[in-house]
């Protein structure tokens, strides 16, 4: 790090611990430098965190905007994006669509530019297989997908200090943030991941209840979801959006409503679920995972979490309902293990066994079980080391057997003798068996269970790999 990058560093530290107006001269001297070099400095900041994150004034100085740091890291400053974010807001606030004339005025831009941006638009919707259409614009495509599309932009502005305003209308932010305070009266504050996944559901709703875009027959069982903490909460979001609407919410629609805000908001705060409709499933799955996990919790905590779980899917799945959450992309290398086991608890309670199981839903569960339990010594995946030396494609092909025999194996493949040495004594990494084609095992000098085969290897040699392995 440069000397300069080292300044700009304490400017930002210094600042950070400041809460009040701080002059130049008075920042100079903390940095021991000259007061032209930390307005160079500052301009700096300003460029990467926007003028309403670094405030100053010529009578008093600077300081950092803690609230704003706090709602979003910066403002959105390039062109294009607040181009992206205000045809998005005027697209779903004109759910019977509009002319391009109308999005270039209100851009103040040419048509054929505002053409090149809604082009631009397309190609990032189809990642969720919706669809722009182009006279008139707007949105068409399954409900839950425009609603995960949402959803995404909605997580997506809460990055940035000025975002919000840029995608909703102000009186839509009011509303969802006077809701979020009447819950956080009731049970405490949110964490910032619970409050962010609250804020951009609540405004996804609003969005799709003025677009009416209603859920029009549900399983009356599900009246229970009426009787829970947020209740009071969300008849005041209720009461308000048949304001801001001039309609009154029909009981499906009032429904949905709390499935979402209390399904969203359990795991922050763990209150129970009151209902026999789903206990006829819980020892069933209780059996399966404890087939395979130690739980490291009380079990009447898994039983209510479970619950939970199960409601999630099986009410999202009749309302079409998706909630965006931080996909834990770290978590995948640890968690792939447990696939297996949620697809088979998923499939205890679908009407349809051949129905397709949502990566949504298993991601979850396997997530929540990565937190709650470990793995019996029998389920933990087998590391594999693959050595061999021969090319045309071999090393390949066996590996690819090699994954297709279980999914709870994980294969390296290496080529030389001195790769094994460098991988269990160099880096240190732990292996439960070694497959040798074509090598002697002699000459392999390690611990470690040894599977050999020769050149020749063929479809029956493989079958010997499980066995093998459960002995190592």
């Known amino acids: ?50 003028e309403n994150i670094i405030l100053s004034s010529r ?77 008139p614009i707007r949105l068409e495509g399954e409900e839950l997908r425009i609603r995960k599309l949402i959803c995404h932009y909605a997580h997506l502005t809460t990055q940035y200090s000025n975002g919000l305003q840029l995608l909703f209308h102000e009186q839509d932010i009011s509303i969802t943030k006077y809701t979020i305070q009447q819950i956080e009266r009731n049970i405490g504050t949110l964490s910032d991941i619970g409050y962010t996944r609250i804020h951009c559901l609540l405004l996804t709703c609003i969005i799709r209840y003025r677009h009416k875009q209603f859920i029009k027959h549900l399983d009356p069982d599900l009246s229970f979801t009426l009787k829970n903490p947020y209740s009071d909460s969300i008849s005041s979001l209720i009461e308000q959006i048949e304001n801001l609407t001039g309609n009154k919410l029909l009981f499906p629609e009032i429904l949905y409503l709390n499935c979402c805000v ?39 905590n898994i039983i209510k979490d479970l619950k939970w779980l199960i409601f999630r899917f099986y009410v999202f799945k009749k309302l079409n309902i998706h909630i965006y959450h931080p996909q834990l992309q770290y978590l995948k290398s640890k968690i792939y293990y447990y696939y297996d086991i949620t697809r088979k608890i998923v499939h205890n309670f679908t009407t349809s066994k ?110 010997i790999i499980p066995k093998t392995l459960e002995n190592a």
């Open 354 to 463: 051949s129905e397709p199981v949502s990566e949504h839903i298993l991601n979850y569960l396997a997530t929540y079980l990565f937190s709650v339990s470990e793995p019996k010594k029998r389920a933990l995946p087998k590391k594999l080391l693959l050595l061999c030396t021969t090319g045309s494609g071999l090393d390949l092909y066996t590996k690819k057997k090699l994954t297709s025999l279980s999914p709870h194996y994980s294969v390296t493949s290496i080529h030389t003798l001195r790769e094994v040495t460098s991988l269990l004594t160099e880096k240190k990494q732990h292996f439960d068996c070694i497959i040798s084609i074509g090598i002697c095992p002699s000459i392999i000098d390690c611990d470690i269970p040894i599977i050999s085969f020769p050149i020749d290897i063929d479809e029956q040699d493989f079958t």
């Open 1 to 50: 790090m440069t000397m300069k990058q080292q300044q700009i560093q304490q400017l930002l530290s210094f600042l950070l611990a400041q809460h009040d107006w701080t002059t130049v001269q008075k920042i100079s001297e903390e940095l021991q430098c000259s007061k032209r070099s930390v307005s160079n400095y500052l301009t700096l900041l300003k460029n990467t965190y926007g």
């Open 262 to 300: 209390i399904s969203g908001l359990h795991f922050e705060h763990q209150f129970p679920l009151y209902t026999k409709k789903f206990d006829m499933l819980i020892p069933k799955i209780l059996e399966e995972l404890t087939q395979n996990l130690i739980f490291t919790c009380p079990q009447e």
């Open 59 to 135: 009578g008093k100085g600077v300081k950092i905007n803690h609230l704003n740091l706090k709602e979003g890291k910066q403002s959105i400053q390039n062109k294009q994006e607040l181009y992206f974010f205000q045809i998005l807001q005027l697209i779903l606030n004109y759910p019977n669509g509009l002319k391009v004339a109308k999005i270039a005025t209100t851009l103040n831009v040419s048509q054929s530019y505002c053409q090149t941006l809604l082009q631009a638009l397309r190609l990032q919707f189809t990642k969720y297989d919706v669809t722009l259409t182009k006279q």
